[in-house]
Nanobody, 126 residues
Framework: VQLQASGGGLAQPGGSLRLSCAAS????????ISWFRQAPGKEREGVSC????????NYADSVKGRFTISRENAKNTVYLQLNSLKSEDTALYYCATAPGYYSGSYCLLGTLFDSWGQGTQVTVSS
């Protein structure tokens, strides 16, 4: 699976961005798709996930209520809407896929994912 992430950029605190992840698959139905992020000097963090078959979603506590993940199966694309951005959201954001269906904390574990996009930088600064 090849993944192309886009949509990052510079935003002010309180601002918004929308990230996109386009997957080179016949269908998202058979995958769990997640977003991860890594800030300089910090460990990679699972941000959000969505299951391609039923739309189940999960979020890290740090982004719950501010970020929204969604999918557009017809375009094999997953989106991450970032609202109410904070400086601590600054990181390189990656999308990744895992075959099968994961939930809870499992869908935010990077070790389960075998295909990764190249990352898109999100910088939150005034």
């Amino acid at each position: 699976v090849q993944l192309q992430a886009s949509g990052g950029g510079l935003a002010q605190p309180g601002g918004s961005l929308r990230l996109s992840c386009a997957a080179s698959v016949a269908s998202l139905d058979h995958y769990t798709i997640s977003w991860f992020r890594q800030a300089p000097g910090k460990e990679r963090e699972g941000v959000s996930c969505i299951r391609g078959n039923d739309g189940y979603t999960n979020y890290a506590d740090s982004v719950k209520g501010r970020f929204t993940i969604s999918r557009e199966n017809a375009k094999n694309t997953v989106y991450l809407q970032l609202n109410s951005l904070k400086s601590e959201d600054t990181a390189l954001y990656y999308c990744a896929t895992a075959p099968g269906y994961y939930s809870g904390s499992y869908c935010l574990l990077g070790t389960l994912f075998d295909s990764w996009g190249q990352g898109t930088q999100v910088t939150v600064s005034s």
